[in-house]
């Protein structure tokens, strides 16, 4: 190449350099025609980081505004993982409190940060640098924070896992009315306000509740616990399990920690990238009922806490190039799939496939969500009159499980079959006919072994589970280490059941909902 | 090591793991449980006493599979069996597999019908429709036409035997792969009619079941195994490089990972919700044969007109222009999203 370039004439293509001028003088901002472009977002988009910045800071807010959930003065609690796209999330609310009046976010954050190094294969000492690490972070961003390790679910009560109802909030009227009346608030004592929010570092120990509890909680988990935890996690057959427990466990601690601070709204940076892979993993991991719950931009399934997912607009390149341009930090921590092989997980193969597939096809993320989009909450045909049927006991999601549908009852079945233990034969002789032959009925036999189950708390915790739980429970051979309140709130609900079915026959039934809902 | 104990007879030594459940099984236990849970499902898509049903026969495994196990339920379901198989006209592929399948009735002694695809659609056979569609570029549109084709051709099989139902024998990696590429291609339509057990045969189309639907495809094997059935299996010469390619890719890494990935990619299915609005609207009737359509012609006669007009990429592919021109006007209210720039093309 070199020789051909010789031969023809370097003078000459010296002369008018062709490569130099190309980024500068041709291209210009596709937005405001003048910037200098420094990021090409899609095919031909070109943004000067101005434009780029009002573009990612506009689509934060949008999402927000459009929805309308956050009510002014509201405490909101900001999952923060220390990756980039919970960190980009944490920096756009920070920016957004901090703007002038008329655009500012109006609501109370906190940050939650969740030390999961013990599942993650960190050392004590790794665990403490990355804390150090978190808390400079945090003392800079200057919000109310929470730092929780991991280990904290083995203290966690079994009302975790209940459904609280929340009082309905009424809709745009309701949200006006608010906005309004926070507005007026505002006016009054506009420059109190002011000098409430700007001494946010020093927040942290002036108010009652949350700063407090945080500094408490930092405090290193015992040995016996982090020994439980990992024990637990290592029991754990499969990685694709492993994944679905800590992202259960980390969720029910997240939630207990917002019912604990009053916070009424969690937001997660889940991305619009994240939440396509999230939606065919979910897919593959037969939780095709609840994708609209795992993806949407909120989720009401814990009642009084919803989550929210304002970055789901946002693609994760956009997420990348807005923290690298505008230097947003984060923390570097391995998560549990860290250096695992592609094939070792669910999560991972499906990662993998749809960020390949992107490469090849660049609408494919945005195919699949906006797919999602079109997913309803509700069960596939439920009546409205039903909402509380019973919730799976980890997701917390309606189950999906029932008898009518056939397919659905021999998918449950078949991943019943298997998890019948065969140490024990004989007790299990006289309903494994049951099982076995079982021509449509595989919810029978669960009902036959109504009390011989309460020597098998594993059967118990089986039958209180959506499909996709008991598909990952599969992988864990004993259920004894997991957390005692799931094991806790397994036994209550089942002394509920047990009850009610007691007095069933007593009931003079006027309609076929309320016994289902007596089964709740 | 001696082979473990069946765990369902706890007599024979085990011949084989489940695929689904990881259980250790007999040969006997095995294809005993396959022919119950077939039968759970076919109990549970209404296979009513007294009916006629059409199975659809390609001489591959899967309708072989299905062949024989309703054969062997028959008696008890009050069903008589008619096998159909289509022709579809491709040369050096299909007269071996129509070879199967009339080796197969023999010996089940079932009545076999064929039809053609000649026969039905005015002289087009598979061979031609790919003589077509190669002068306009990609060969792989080949397997859209035949699907759609093959179809309309078992529904008008079933019809001349007489039947009141017809089978097929879609397995479980079937339906997951469909189920994957619809999420990846979009096609919200497609979603909200997919899952359940096939349809109930609305607008005068027959009844459809697909009774192999929960069964995964390495079951469907290893039954065939057992059973020592005999079936075809090469890939059609027009095998395409489409876009199931990647998702079959997929299905098998995952199910490596998790072996229950496929039935529960199917229970997913099932029980998508999605909203009203993404559903497809009442299909109508087609203005041309009156079978079952969502939009003037059926997709047959679409296809089928674009072929006979020289153009046959008129009715697949992006931006249907010109699909109506010489047919009726096309339905108005029926609203298409922009397709964005570059959606595969499967």
Redesign the interface.
């Known amino acids: 190449m070199c020789q051909v370039g010789e031969d023809y004439g370097e003078p000459t293509s010296v002369g008018p350099p062709p490569p130099p001028p190309r980024p500068g003088c041709e291209l210009k901002c596709v937005k405001c025609k003048e910037g200098l472009p420094v990021v090409v977002i899609r095919v031909g988009d070109a943004f000067c980081r101005n434009c780029f910045k009002a573009f990612y800071v506009h689509k934060f807010r949008a999402m927000l505004g459009k929805n309308r959930l956050i009510f002014p003065g509201e405490k909101v609690l900001l999952a923060w993982s220390g990756g980039p796209s919970s960190s980009s999330m944490v920096w756009q609310v920070l920016e957004g409190l901090s703007r002038d009046s008329a655009k500012r976010l109006r609501f109370v954050p906190g940050v939650i940060y969740i030390d999961e190094g013990a599942v993650c294969g960190q050392s004590p000492e790794d665990r403490a640098q990355t804390l150090v690490e978190v808390k400079r972070i945090l003392q800079t961003v200057g919000f109310p924070w929470h730092l929780i390790a991991l280990e904290e679910v083995f203290s966690l009560p079994p009302s975790v896992l209940r459904y609280f109802a929340q009082e309905p909030t009424g809709t745009e009227g309701a949200y006006k009315a608010a906005v309004d009346s926070f507005l007026q608030q505002q006016h009054a004592p506009a420059q109190g306000e002011e000098q409430l929010t700007e001494p946010g570092t020093q927040g942290l120990q002036t108010p009652a509740g949350p700063p407090t509890a945080a500094q408490t909680e930092a405090r290193p988990p015992t040995a016996a616990q982090t020994e439980a935890l990992s024990r637990l996690f290592d029991s754990v057959k499969t990685l694709t399990a492993k994944e679905e427990l800590l992202q259960t466990l980390r969720t029910h601690l997240i939630l207990h920690v917002a019912r604990t601070h009053g916070y009424s709204k969690v937001m997660t940076g889940d991305s619009c990238t994240r939440l396509a892979i999230k939606l065919m993993t979910s897919l593959a991991l037969g939780r095709g009922a609840f994708l609209a719950w795992d993806t949407g931009f909120s989720d009401e399934r814990h009642g009084d806490v919803v989550v929210v997912r304002p970055l789901r607009d946002h693609t994760l390149k956009e997420v990348a190039f807005y923290n690298r341009l505008f230097g947003v930090p984060s923390v570097f921590t391995p998560a549990i799939d860290t250096k695992a092989p592609e094939k070792a997980s669910i999560h991972r193969l499906m990662e993998a496939f749809m960020l390949k597939l992107q490469a090849q096809f660049p609408s494919t993320v945005s195919t699949v969500y906006r797919t999602s989009e079109k997913l309803l909450k509700a069960p596939r045909d439920s009546s409205a009159g039903v909402p509380a049927g019973p919730r799976c006991l980890l997701c917390m999601c309606t189950l999906d499980i029932d008898t009518a549908d056939s397919a659905t009852a021999f998918g449950a079945q078949t991943s019943h079959l298997s998890q019948m233990p065969p140490p024990t034969p004989p007790a299990k002789a006289l309903t494994a006919p049951c099982c076995s032959a079982g021509e449509g009925r595989p919810q029978g036999c669960c009902q036959v072994a109504g009390p011989c189950g309460r020597e098998d708390p594993r059967a118990c915790i089986i039958e209180q589970l959506c499909y996709g739980c008991r598909v990952n429970m599969k992988d864990l051979p004993s259920l004894d280490p997991l957390p005692p309140y799931i094991r806790a709130e397994a036994q209550l609900r089942r002394q509920r059941a047990w009850v009610s079915q007691e007095i069933q026959e007593y009931l003079i039934e006027s309609s076929d909902e309320e016994a289902h809902a007596g089964e709740s | 090591m001696p082979a473990p104990q069946c765990?369902?007879c706890h007599k024979a030594r085990a011949a084989l793991r489940r695929p689904?459940?990881?259980?250790a099984l007999c040969g006997t236990c095995f294809c005993a449980?396959f022919e119950?849970?077939v039968?759970?499902?076919v109990?549970?898509?209404r296979l009513l006493p007294g009916a006629v049903v059409a199975v659809g026969a390609s001489g591959g495994k899967d309708s072989t599979v299905l062949a024989h196990v309703l054969r062997e339920l028959a008696p008890r379901l009050g069903i008589s069996l008619q096998l159909v198989a289509v022709d579809e006209g491709i040369g050096g592929y299909r007269d071996a597999a129509l070879a199967a399948v009339r080796r197969q009735a023999a010996r089940w002694e079932l009545p076999l019908t064929v039809v053609a695809y000649e026969d039905l659609f005015g002289g087009w056979t598979m061979d031609a429709v790919a003589r077509s569609t190669a002068g306009s570029g990609r060969s792989r549109s080949c397997c859209t036409f035949c699907g759609v084709l093959r179809r309309r051709a078992l529904e008008e099989g079933a019809r001349l035997v007489g039947a009141t139902h017809v089978v097929t024998g879609h397995n479980a990696d079937d339906m997951a792969e469909t189920?994957?590429m619809n999420?990846?291609?979009?096609?919200?339509g497609r979603?909200a009619r997919g899952g359940?057990?096939g349809s109930p045969g609305e607008g005068g189309a027959l009844p459809r079941c697909r009774p192999l639907?929960?069964a995964s495809q390495k079951e469907v094997v290893l039954y065939a195994h057992f059973r020592r059935l005999d079936y075809f299996s090469e890939e059609c010469v027009y095998a395409p490089e489409a876009f199931r390619g990647?998702a079959r890719h997929?299905l098998k890494?995952?199910e490596?990972?998790?072996p229950?990935?496929v039935?529960?990619?199917?229970?997913?299915?099932?029980?998508?919700?999605?909203?009203p609005?993404?559903r497809p609207p009442p299909p109508g009737a087609c203005s041309r044969c009156g079978a079952l359509a969502s939009r003037a012609l059926c997709q047959a006669c679409a296809l089928l007109d674009g072929l006979d007009r020289g153009r046959p990429r008129l009715a697949i592919g992006k931006g249907r222009r010109g699909r109506d021109e010489g047919g009726t006007p096309r339905e108005p209210g029926r609203v298409r999203t922009p397709v964005?720039?570059?959606?595969?093309t499967f």
């Not at chain 2, 999420?183 to 919200?188: E, I, S, T, V």
């Not at chain 2, 964005?340 to 595969?344: G, K, L, N, Q």
């Open positions: 765990a369902s689904c459940s990881g259980q449980a119950a849970e039968l759970h499902t109990v549970a898509g189920v994957l999420f990846l291609r979009g096609d919200a979603l359940g057990l639907q929960l990647h997929l890494l995952l490596a990972a998790r229950s990935a039935l529960d990619l199917v229970h997913s299915a099932e029980r998508l919700a999605l909203a609005a993404a964005p720039e570059a959606v595969p």
